[in-house]
């Protein structure tokens, strides 16, 4: 299967309202089906050319967590842009995700103000891969605090997302965005619970760790011995094939196991 | 700066796996029904873990984005161990 045509960027308004959601309502019947990851690209084109877009990017990120920083996107879009992203200063300079962190509402680009001129030039860039006209999108991720999602939609046409259909548009929109990214998660989670063969109960000791309990604190609200629990944490470090509990907790955090 | 690198899960490293010596970078290629995936993974200079994935209709389009890339003159090891990556991972198409 190849991407669906992408619509006329000089003639195309949004889609009709009941044919968006119509398309949005088989999308979601088709991610709900399946956990599987090699599937996330073509489910984001289907997502794009749903929604009446030509190009998108799907982005999660987790910040302020002492195992640091992780920033996951994908791209529905021409795969240059990834270097031009990279170079012009990536999640940093993305004045997008910085809008998305902030809040949940979606906006339009020329809505947005540009204050710097790494984010000027980040945007700039973005216009010659076909995102001239774009929809951010905020995809907050439950009750985590650490973690954001953004679905962005572009077009080559500097009004594709505007007049009567807009609303509806944003409503259907934000759902999208809402279920890709959760689809996202739990499936980059159902992927490294099957590769490692991670139990539920090695998943709440993570959780633990995250939280930064100590190994006898951990025992102690179980009712085991130090030993006991120390045992399962070098089993759990095992399955992950890390040496230390830090980098046990990141792995985790990353793949939206601890969300 | 802390010195991080991959620790990631594929130990040892897939045929479609390729990385560089410091492992700070890493490419992750699969066929699927749109073409080529190929998921790059890195340490940046911060110590934040980035990750982009990304859709190739063929390795030709593939091969255009690694020589855009200047991965040949910046990492040649890399870049052989990615050019036979690739190979295995549309074999497997």
């Given amino acids: 299967m190849s991407p669906a045509p992408n619509p006329d960027p000089q003639t195309a308004d949004l889609p009709d309202p009941e044919h968006c ?50 920033f996951r996107m994908m791209l529905a879009c021409d795969p240059q842009w990834s270097t031009e992203y990279e ?31 790494a984010e000027r030039a980040l945007t700039a860039s973005a216009e010659t891969f076909g995102f001239r006209s774009v929809v951010i999108v905020p995809a907050p991720a439950g009750a985590s605090r650490s973690r954001v999602g953004m679905l962005c939609l572009g077009s080559s046409s500097p009004h594709r997302f505007e007049g009567a259909a807009y609303p509806t548009f944003k409503l259907v ?31 709440g000791l993570l959780s633990r760790l995250a939280a930064g309990d100590s190994t006898k604190a951990i025992a102690r609200a ?22 230390d509990r830090r980098q046990a907790i990141r792995i985790a955090a990353d793949n939206g196991l601890l969300d | 700066m802390t010195r991080r690198v991959l620790d990631s899960w594929s130990q040892p490293l897939a045929l479609t796996t390729a990385r560089s010596d410091d492992g700070r970078v890493e490419f992750q290629l699969s066929s699927n029904s749109l073409g080529l995936q190929v998921e790059r993974v ?5 110590g934040g873990r980035i990750s982009q994935l990304l859709q190739f209709a063929d390795s030709d389009s593939f091969h255009r984005w690694c020589d855009a890339s200047g991965l040949s003159a910046s990492e040649p090891h890399l870049f052989d161990r990615l050019m036979r990556a690739s190979l295995v991972a549309c074999a497997q198409s």
Avoid at chain 1, 36 to 60: I, K, M, N, P, Y
Avoid at chain 1, 87 to 104: N, Q, T
Avoid at chain 2, 42 to 46: E, N
């Fill in chain 1, 21 to 70: 959601l119509d398309c949005a309502r088989d999308f979601l019947g088709r991610i709900q089906a399946t956990n599987d990851l090699r599937r996330s690209l073509e489910f984001l084109w289907q997502a794009t050319h749903c929604l009446g877009a030509e190009v998108a990017l799907l982005a999660t990120y987790l910040h302020g967590v002492e195992s640091g920083d992780s």
């Fill in chain 1, 87 to 117: 170079r012009l200063g990536s999640y940093v300079c993305d004045p997008w995700l910085s809008y998305a962190m902030r809040h949940s509402e979606p906006i339009r680009s020329f809505e947005l103000p540009m204050p710097t001129h």
């Fill in chain 1, 173 to 203: 929109a934000r759902g999208v965005a809402m279920e890709l990214h959760e689809w996202w998660l739990q499936s980059m989670a159902q992927a490294l619970l099957a590769r490692t063969g991670i139990t539920e109960r090695e998943r």
């Fill in chain 1, 222 to 243: 179980a009712g085991q011995s130090t030993a006991a629990v120390h045992s399962q944490i070098q089993r759990l470090k095992g399955k992950l094939g890390v040496p």
């Fill in chain 2, 42 to 46: 890195c340490i940046d200079a911060r």
